[in-house]
């Protein structure tokens, strides 16, 4: 390998990862976590759903006018006892979960991930909040932490402008 090709290795990834878009919290009663965020930190909902692919109830949250764009909470919890964040809680109690990051195109970093030996969950990238695209890079290949990658859906215009 040249000297320039070494230096072009994190120069690309760095063009496909441009933020990091959230942090997970595993919670036991969403609406319960939702009111400690918002009458101790005064932050606001910006998102909720249910996404039954990965077993999460799930919202959104930001400080009150964060610039577009910004990083925020994602506060889960688990809708049934097999799913993965149920299994979480049972073993580590409530707590980080996960650190995501945002991609521009999730295909390629995953593909040059794996070309580098990194181990992703899933072979290709399943539906994330709000139609994103996202995959895991499994925790022992990332010094202990459950990265989640996410491209988000061309329209998703969610702020916290409100
Ligand atoms: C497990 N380990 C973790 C971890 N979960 N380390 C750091 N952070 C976590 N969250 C470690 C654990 O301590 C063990 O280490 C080892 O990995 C195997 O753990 P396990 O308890 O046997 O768990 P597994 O292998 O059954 O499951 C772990 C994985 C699972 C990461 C494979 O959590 C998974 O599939 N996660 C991806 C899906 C997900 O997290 N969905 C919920 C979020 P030792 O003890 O062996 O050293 S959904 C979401 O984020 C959405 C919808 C979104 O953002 O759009």
Redesign the pocket.
């Known amino acids: 390998m040249t000297t320039e090709q070494t230096d072009a290795r994190p120069a690309l990834a760095a063009a496909l990862v441009t933020g990091i878009d ?1 942090v ?1 919290i595993a919670v036991p009663d969403l609406d319960v976590a939702i009111m400690w965020y918002h009458d101790n930190l005064g932050m606001i909902v910006l998102h909720e759903e249910v ?1 039954e692919d ?3 109830r ?1 919202a959104m949250l930001s400080v009150r006018g964060a610039p577009v764009g910004s990083a925020q909470l ?1 506060l ?1 919890a688990p809708i049934d006892d097999t799913c ?2 149920a ?2 809680i049972d ?1 580590r109690g409530p707590g980080l ?2 650190l ?1 990051y945002r991609v521009s195109d999730i295909d390629a970093l995953t593909a040059r991930l794996r070309g580098q030996g990194v181990r992703l ?1 899933y072979d290709a990238p399943r539906r ?2 709000a139609n ?1 695209r ?1 995959n ?1 890079v ?3 290949d990332a010094g ?3 990265i ?1 990658l ?1 491209e988000p859906a061309s329209d998703n215009a969610h702020s916290a402008d409100h």
């Open positions: 959230h997970g996404n990965q077993g999460v799930e994602q889960m993965t964040i299994k979480f073993k979960q996960q995501a969950l994330g909040t994103s996202i895991f499994h925790p022992k202990g932490v459950l989640e996410v």
